[in-house]
């Protein structure tokens, strides 16, 4: 069996469609691929009744070829075909291969079954499951094994076509789709197993995949070594409105854990500056009169390389100006929360920032509803932006202009509290004053908030979140 981390790239079901058609010898693909699923059920489950609900594709034929394997190993396993399939194709040579017992596909037929393999449609069906197939699959009480994904499940998006059933054990082949890591795809796919089935790795330079798993495969974080000095780990600039100041804070304490050299909040009032200093005595605090003038005041220094707008800052149009003066000054940006909400109806005054980290509100407010299809929505704000869009959620999406993404998916649902998207923004602005690219700083960030997150457990808050992301 692969590792995910062996194998980070994620195919769409066109994609492995390719990778199949470049290997050759669809016959032996769909043996190595049925004695995998067959091996993977033998290592979870004892011995019952199975039934194996088989569609007419090839997906139906990797059923064919796990129930051979499960009767010689001594189960008792019979076939419910949807319907027979094509003449002459590989699923066809599977199932004449197949002596045992068929079943009608109906729900009558699940009664004995103590575990069900479903290898009705895979991950490129194009249609909703509906009709027999919906009724028989809804019907699955007993512990079902999907192959490669679950029936209905969308293997290029993770939604949900029509119906799918809830599995317990996906087995899938050479690498994951995009639809094992989004939800809601990764929840029905209960426990993922990636299983080598010969495919050779020479066949992903040709494909040229331009998706990935998030992890540590894809970036390194800057390590400061016995020259450094603080000035050489980056400066980060976290403006900090008076209504929510907290949120600045949090943010600015985020890049300071993530090894920034120097961080500093900049407010254009005195009683906001002097909370910053008391709070946080370990950041600068610049203040000026007005925002004009804390502009002007901070763009003086050309060290400051990166500034963060959003965390508490005010949808207002003065927000709006300050994105689009530092985006002008060729300043990198990182915009969140307030920045965003600033930019509604005027997403063009976004154009060049470094990063933009929207939750899937703010992100349907600037560009409409990210719809079933997370990862073409991101791709597609990301191009018309110029910037980086690291759109939050459980399963996060980064997306470069460039096409590149990647699939954050890692993060425990306790994430969803109050400040954490704060400190994430901090934590991937001081990634960026460090020397990131904004596309790995954005992975980095978001991999790095998870694994925290996993370590503190469900009582978390934002406070915590942001003194456990330290750096190493």
């Not at 032996?28 to 009744?49: D, I, K, N, Q």
Request: net charge positive.
């Amino acid at each position: 069996m692969n590792r995910l981390q062996d194998a980070p790239h994620l195919l769409t079901p066109a994609e492995m469609a390719r990778a199949d058609a470049l290997a050759g010898n669809g016959p032996a693909l769909m043996e190595a691929a049925g004695r995998a699923v067959a091996r993977a059920v033998r290592v979870r489950f004892r011995p019952c009744p199975v039934l194996v609900l088989a569609g007419p594709g090839n997906n139906g034929g990797d059923g064919y070829v796990a129930a051979r394997h499960l009767e010689r190993a001594g189960w008792d396993v019979a076939v419910a075909p949807l319907a027979p399939p094509r003449p002459g194709s590989d699923a066809a040579g599977a199932a004449a291969r197949w002596r045992g017992p068929l079943r009608p596909f109906a729900p009558a037929s699940l009664a004995r079954a103590g575990l069900v393999l479903d290898a009705v449609f895979g991950a490129g069906l194009a249609r909703p499951v509906e009709g027999l197939a919906a009724e028989v699959l809804g019907a699955v009480r007993a512990p079902l094994v999907a192959l490669d994904t679950p029936s209905g499940v969308c293997g290029a998006t993770g939604a949900v076509r029509g119906l799918a059933p809830q599995a317990a054990l996906t087995v899938t082949f050479f690498r994951l789709k995009p639809g094992h890591l989004l939800l809601p795809g990764r929840e029905l796919c209960g426990e993922t197993v990636l299983a080598d089935i010969g495919l050779p790795a020479s066949v992903l330079e040709a494909i040229a995949p331009r998706c990935v798993a998030n992890g540590p495969h894809l970036w390194r974080i800057p390590a400061p070594d016995a020259r450094s000095h603080k000035h050489a780990r980056g400066h980060v600039t976290v403006f900090s409105g008076s209504a929510m100041a907290g949120a600045a804070r949090l943010a600015a304490r985020a890049a300071r854990r993530a090894g920034a050299g120097l961080v500093t909040l900049a407010c254009a009032d005195s009683a906001t500056a002097q909370a910053h200093r008391i709070a946080e005595p370990g950041a600068l605090v610049v203040e000026a009169v007005g925002e004009e003038a804390l502009l002007s005041l901070l763009l003086a220094d050309a060290r400051r390389q990166v500034f963060l707008l959003g965390p508490g800052l005010p949808p207002e149009a003065r927000t709006r100006r300050a994105i689009e003066r530092l985006i002008a000054a060729g300043r990198r940006v990182v915009v969140d929360a307030g920045g965003l909400a600033a930019c509604e109806g005027a997403v063009e005054a976004l154009r060049g920032a470094a990063l933009l980290t929207p939750h899937a509100g703010e992100f349907a407010r600037l560009f409409g509803p990210p719809g079933e299809d997370r990862l073409s929505a991101a791709r597609a704000a990301a191009l018309r932006t110029g910037a980086v869009v690291l759109l939050k959620g459980s399963d996060s999406v980064i997306a470069a202009p460039d096409g590149r993404a990647a699939i954050n998916h890692n993060a425990p649902p306790w994430l969803a509290t109050g400040g954490t998207g704060d400190v994430l923004a901090g934590a991937a602005a001081s990634l960026l004053a460090q020397g990131m690219p904004a596309f790995e700083a954005a992975a980095a960030a978001a991999w790095w908030q998870g694994a925290a997150a996993r370590r503190l457990g469900r009582g978390l808050i934002a406070e915590d979140l942001a003194e456990a992301m330290t750096c190493g």
